[in-house]
């Protein structure tokens, strides 16, 4: 152990990862109430755990390495690229740790573009009723990105701590999402009845149906 490389402390690493997918996330899902910034709170826990883990100190490598000793076995667990426990646990060589990273930007990638086109339909509807584009497929696109960011966040570099959060992060946006709609069903009536119904709230169906654009005069905040 002691001739074998040590990857991590890179603390400005941590605080810089950190601070960017904050910002993506606080410039995307725009929150505003208590109960919305506490929920935040939550996904930005998942980072500092997931960064730490990445860059400053590698806590689920040293449970292992504890729990399993000679078992836990494969070479320079403290070098980086070994640092990627699913990769390294499937005894893949250093190229399929590299595909196994690629596919979790790749998810994270698709999640940001969700949240993305989420906003920007938002951001023009100024309070309107909006039932077309993305949100013709999910009721909470901004929200499915997080989760798919998330995800590959943990396909990326799972860690014990991360692997514990993530069904409470996922359980805290539900939450939200459902305190959400009963806003929006409050303003709108029977007509987000009928889209919600129509609509899932993260899962897109397999099958899309084409739905006609309603757009709503009252302004007020619109789901996520």
């Known amino acids: 152990m002691q001739d074998s490389p040590y990857d991590y402390g890179i603390w400005t690493m941590v605080a810089l990862n950190v601070l960017i997918f904050a910002v993506f996330a606080v410039g995307f ?23 730490t883990e990445m860059y400053g100190f590698p806590l689920t490598i040293y449970v292992f390495a504890s729990l399993f000793g000679s078992k836990f076995s494969f ?43 989420g906003w920007k339909q938002i951001h023009h509807a100024q309070g309107q009723l909006v039932t077309d584009g993305i949100y013709a497929h999910v009721r909470h696109p901004q929200y499915a990105g997080l989760f798919l960011v998330s995800t590959g966040m943990l396909i990326q570099w799972p860690t014990l701590i991360t692997l514990v959060m993530f069904p409470i992060l996922i359980f805290a946006y539900y939450r939200l999402a459902l305190r ?8 709108f009536g029977e007509l987000y009845q009928q889209y919600r119904d129509r609509t899932p709230a993260f899962l897109p169906h397999s099958v899309h149906y084409k739905r006609s654009r309603w757009i709503v005069k009252p302004s007020g905040r619109t789901g996520t």
């Open 75 to 117: 070479a320079d667990p403290f070098s980086h690229v070994n640092g990627h426990l699913l990769g390294s646990l499937l005894g893949l060589p250093y190229w399929g740790k590299l595909i196994v990273c690629q596919i979790g930007g790749f998810v994270m990638l698709v999640g940001l573009i969700i949240m993305g086109r």
């Open 180 to 187: 959400e709609e009963r806003k929006v069903e409050a303003e």
């Open 29 to 51: 899902l725009r929150p505003k109430g208590k109960y919305e910034w506490r929920t935040l709170g939550v996904f930005s826990a998942f980072l500092v755990a997931l960064f």
